[in-house]
């Protein structure tokens, strides 16, 4: 059986591979995406170490000048997709790609612990590490661009401005930023997503309607970040992006002092700290037992538990007090009998949709996160149980893009797969769970 899903999942990761990089999904992701070719990097060292190499370089070969690592690289033309290179316009910052049209936001910072990850993988250590010196000053360019123009109050916690750049595009945490949001445009636009995925499936129009919004208000201040802090009424701290900052500043104080390269690790040290004491004490609620998102155009936290609230255990800022409180609240909400592990978002909630994207199905990629960060924080059980789950929703569904969580569905004949299928980061991390 083992045997079976490794090779589909190579097989899936061969064909949606560019020569160079890999798409996340025929059709209906046409490009290269930021933080999916760092979850594709981890599957990839299990099979080739030089293709993982390769898909870090292809989306590095398109960083700005300024640090900044976006979160679409248009290398190929495609109309399969919506918005493309036309629309998002990086050309409007000074500082952009010159090489490659991308688009002007980024996605949850995972490379600085995908570089840590492929060297834990790799045969040849001493080569990986090589590899590792000539790209790793280019992620840490990154996390300083993003501390030092997306953290305003210097609390150490970044900023998002659109709900792309979360990775978790519709999850219901989005509707009471979308309430403040009453008198923008009607814009006029074509989507494809829906041309490929049932509609009940995706985004509504409506919601659409707000993420071009958001992305016309940036491109208005051609990308440039101050003017965004001031203008965009979408600024958030999002648990699951700081976690993922803060476990990447890890890696890479772990990194630079394999390298024998001390120069960055105080400042590196600094931010660490920071993160973490501001994930404890500004965004865990102790009352829900998570971590939540802050809106900091609107002064207030979003009580709403998702599955980005518990990205956090994959870094080190849970203590004993907040697992303690993490662990009920898991236990009694996300890993009960009926369900499998781990829905997207809170399934005692009125928001939750059990087949809407991020609104409540599984994703593989934050199962992932949270069975590493289980390990982590020495819960080997719960580790296993979110382990089983994902094996068993890809073999007896496929390699889908998410995953309706409830166990026994109403309908006999439906699947529990959802989105797209044959997904990149579905069959890549699936590789690195079965080892
Ligand atoms: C989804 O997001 C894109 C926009 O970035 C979309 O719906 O068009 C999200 O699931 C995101 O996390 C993911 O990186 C991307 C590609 O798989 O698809």
Redesign the pocket.
């Known amino acids: 059986m083992k045997e079976t899903l490794v090779e589909k999942a190579k097989t899936i990761l061969k064909n949606n591979n560019q020569g160079g990089f890999t798409i ?2 025929e059709g209906l ?1 046409p490009f290269q ?1 930021n ?2 070719s760092g979850f594709i990097a981890v599957g990839l060292a299990h099979i080739d170490i030089e293709l993982a190499k390769e898909e870090l370089q292809s989306l590095l070969d398109a960083q700005w000048e300024n640090g900044f690592i976006p ?2 690289v248009f290398h190929n033309d495609s109309d399969s997709y919506f918005p493309g290179p036309d629309f998002h316009l990086s050309k409007l910052h000074k500082d952009a790609s010159k090489k490659y049209r991308t688009t002007g936001m980024t ?1 949850p910072p995972v490379l600085g612990f995908v570089l840590q990850e492929m060297y834990r993988i790799a045969e040849d250590k001493e080569a990986t590490l090589k590899f590792i010196d000539t790209i790793i000053d280019k992620i840490y360019k990154k996390h300083e661009y993003l501390y030092n123009n997306r953290d305003p109050k210097n609390e150490g916690l970044v900023y998002i401005w659109h709900n ?1 750049e979360s ?3 519709n999850s219901p945490i989005w509707d009471e930023v979308w309430e403040t949001m009453s008198d923008i445009p009607q814009y006029t636009f074509e989507r494809k ?1 829906t041309t490929h995925i049932d509609a009940s499936q995706r985004p509504s129009n409506k919601e659409y309607n707000y993420y071009i919004h958001l992305i016309e208000v940036a491109k208005a201040g051609n990308y440039e970040e101050s003017v965004i802090a001031e203008k965009s009424p979408f600024l958030i701290q999002d648990p699951l992006f700081n976690a993922m900052l803060l476990a990447s500043n890890e890696a890479l104080i772990d990194l630079y002092k394999q390298l024998g390269r001390e120069e960055r690790i105080s400042q590196l040290e600094e931010w660490t700290l920071k993160t973490k004491q501001s994930l404890n004490e500004k965004l865990f609620d102790e009352e829900l037992g998570a971590y939540m998102h802050y809106d900091l155009r609107n002064e207030k936290r979003i009580q709403k538990i998702t599955s980005s609230s518990y990205a956090p255990l994959f870094s080190s800022a849970p203590e004993e007090k907040q697992l303690k409180l993490i662990l009920e609240s898991y236990n009694q909400k996300f890993a009960t009998s009926n369900l499998y592990a781990c829905a997207s978002f809170d399934p005692t909630h009125e928001d939750f949709n059990p087949k809407k994207y991020w609104r409540g199905p599984i994703w593989v990629n934050l199962n992932w996160l949270i069975y590493k960060g289980l390990l982590k924080h020495n819960q080997p059980e719960l580790a296993n149980n979110i382990k089983t789950d994902t094996i068993e929703l890809i073999e007896k569904f496929g390699f889908y893009e998410y995953f309706n969580p409830h166990r026994e569905i109403s309908t006999e004949n439906e699947s529990n797969g959802c989105g797209g299928v044959n997904f990149s980061w579905s069959a890549a991390l699936i590789l690195d769970i079965l080892k």
């Open positions: 996340p999904c992701y995406w933080w999916d979160h679409i996605q792309w990775g978790t595009d997503d």
